[in-house]
């Protein structure tokens, strides 16, 4: 019976989620193209404004726990635990006052109503992992836009969901390149919590009374030499906050 109800709520869900998601893609262009990009970027945040409300109808609720101060007049890389994609309106909402941005694969850059707009239009990278030459260069491209802008980035370096929760195991050749080109930039890490649990069925039916959590921790000044312990130290910080139930 709750499988079936949660069917119910999850077609619901899906219209709802789905209706933003077209509505805002034609607002992106027309704003985008019109008014440039400050306009584009409040489309961004309110369409996420609204992702962010559809969860209410899975019974799911945010809750985004940052007790700190973030700079707004410097870039900031935002580090990670990736558990669904469900974690990306929130941090995006909540984050809006710092631009954020993204590090995705090429293949996110088409097909996805909103989604692959922004990504190809709102100066996040979009790197192709079959081609090295093309990863560098689209990272230094994206570098120097987050530099001159003061606009802040989000990595993932698990580099896939994790769909049970355990985190896997991150990378730190993304973080790395963005730190080296980005003198004044500052780490943020951010652990989040329960959004795995959207995938007990797959992607349906969606369980209902979901509570996603998310969690600042202290800005993190990049070390100087970079040493594969101030990677680590960043990847403890994150995965010691999760919380398996």
């Known amino acids: 019976m709750y ?27 027309v704003l985008r193209n019109f008014f440039g990009y400050q306009a584009h970027k409040v489309s961004v945040d309110v369409l996420n404004f609204f992702l962010v409300q559809c969860y209410s109808l899975l019974g799911a609720r945010v809750q985004f726990i940052n007790t700190f101060e973030l700079p707004t007049n410097r870039p900031l890389i935002i580090v990670a635990n990736h558990q669904n994609t469900f974690d990306i309106p929130p941090l995006i909402w909540y984050l809006r006052k710092h631009h954020l941005k993204f590090v995705s694969k090429k293949e996110l850059g088409k097909g996805i109503p909103s989604v692959s707009y922004h990504l190809r239009n709102g100066g996040s990278a979009l790197i192709d992992r079959k081609e090295p030459k093309q990863a560098v260069a689209e990272i230094n491209r994206h570098a120097d836009l987050l530099f001159k802008n003061n606009w802040s ?33 500052l780490i943020v890490p951010i652990t989040i919590n329960n959004s795995y649990k959207f995938n007990r069925w797959g992607n349906f039916p969606l369980p209902l009374g979901v509570r996603l959590k998310f969690y600042v921790h202290a800005p993190i000044e990049p070390s100087e030499d970079l040493s594969s312990e101030f990677f680590d130290q960043i990847e403890k910080t994150i995965t010691d906050a999760i919380v398996l139930d």
Do not use: C, D, M, W
């Open 3 to 29: 499988k079936f109800i949660a069917s119910i709520f999850s077609v619901i869900f899906y219209l709802g989620f789905g209706f933003f998601l077209f509505l805002f893609h034609g607002i992106q262009v």
């Open 153 to 185: 980035t989000l990595i993932f370096p698990e580099g896939t969901r994790s769909k049970t929760g355990v985190p896997k195991k991150f990378k730190s050749r993304g973080v790395k390149a963005l730190i080296e080109k980005i003198p004044n930039v």
